[in-house]
C-alpha cells in the first residue's frame, strides 16, 4: 500500500479532528503503518474530501483506528468502513480480529457490538495513566 503524501496528510488532518494530541497517529507513524506489509486501508470521501477511514492490521489481525469527521458523523460511515474491512479481512481466512477502544468511546464501542465484537478484557492504562481500554474480539 503506497497512499500518497498528500493522502497521509489528510489521513493525518482526520485524526487530530477525531482523538486528543497524545492519542493521535502523527505523520510519521502514519507512514510507518502504510509502509507495513499487510495493512488495509479503507477510506470513505465525500466531493473530494477524505471524510472517513479505517486502518488495519491483516497480519496482526487487528483493526488500528476507525476515523470520522466529525462534520460527517451520525451518517453510517463508520458502519461502511468496518463493512468494507471485515469483509475483505474476512477472505484472508482469519480466526479472530481484534480492536482496542476506550472505555468511553460509546459509539465506537457501539459500532463493534454491532458487527459482533465483544470485549475480551479491560487494558489498564492502555491510553496512559487512568484511561483504559477494552479489548474486543471479533470471532470468524
Same mark, same amino acid.
Given at each position: ?6 493522502? &497521509?496528510?489528510? =489521513?493525518?488532518?482526520?485524526? #487530530? ?6 492519542? !493521535?497517529?502523527?505523520?510519521? =507513524? =502514519? #507512514? ?7 495493512? $488495509? ?8 474530501? $477524505?471524510?472517513?477511514?479505517? $486502518?488495519? %492490521?491483516?497480519?496482526?489481525?487487528? &483493526? &488500528?483506528? @476507525? ?9 453510517? &460511515?463508520?458502519?461502511? $468502513? ?5 469483509? *475483505?479481512?474476512? !477472505?484472508?481466512?482469519?480466526?479472530? @480480529?481484534?480492536?482496542?477502544? !476506550?472505555? %468511553?468511546? *460509546? ?5 463493534? /457490538?454491532?458487527?459482533?465484537?465483544? @470485549?475480551?478484557? #479491560? ?5 496512559? /495513566?487512568?484511561? %483504559? ?8
Amino acid at each position: 500500500m503506497n497512499p500518497g503524501s498528500l493522502q &497521509i496528510e489528510l =489521513m493525518c488532518e482526520l485524526e #487530530r479532528l477525531c482523538y486528543p494530541e497524545t492519542l !493521535a497517529y502523527d505523520t510519521f =507513524m =502514519m #507512514r510507518e503503518f502504510l509502509r507495513e506489509p499487510g495493512m $488495509l486501508l479503507v477510506c470513505e470521501w465525500h466531493r473530494g474530501e $477524505l471524510v472517513g477511514f479505517q $486502518l488495519s %492490521d491483516r497480519k496482526r489481525a487487528t &483493526i &488500528i483506528t @476507525i476515523d470520522v469527521h466529525p462534520g460527517y458523523r451520525r451518517q453510517g &460511515i463508520a458502519s461502511r $468502513l468496518m463493512h468494507r474491512s471485515l469483509q *475483505i479481512l474476512k !477472505a484472508f481466512h482469519l480466526k479472530r @480480529i481484534s480492536s482496542q477502544v !476506550a472505555v %468511553d468511546n *460509546i459509539s465506537s464501542l457501539m459500532l463493534h /457490538f454491532k458487527f459482533g465484537f465483544k @470485549i475480551r478484557q #479491560r487494558l489498564r492504562n492502555y491510553y496512559g /495513566f487512568g484511561n %483504559d481500554a477494552y479489548l474486543l474480539v471479533l470471532e470468524l
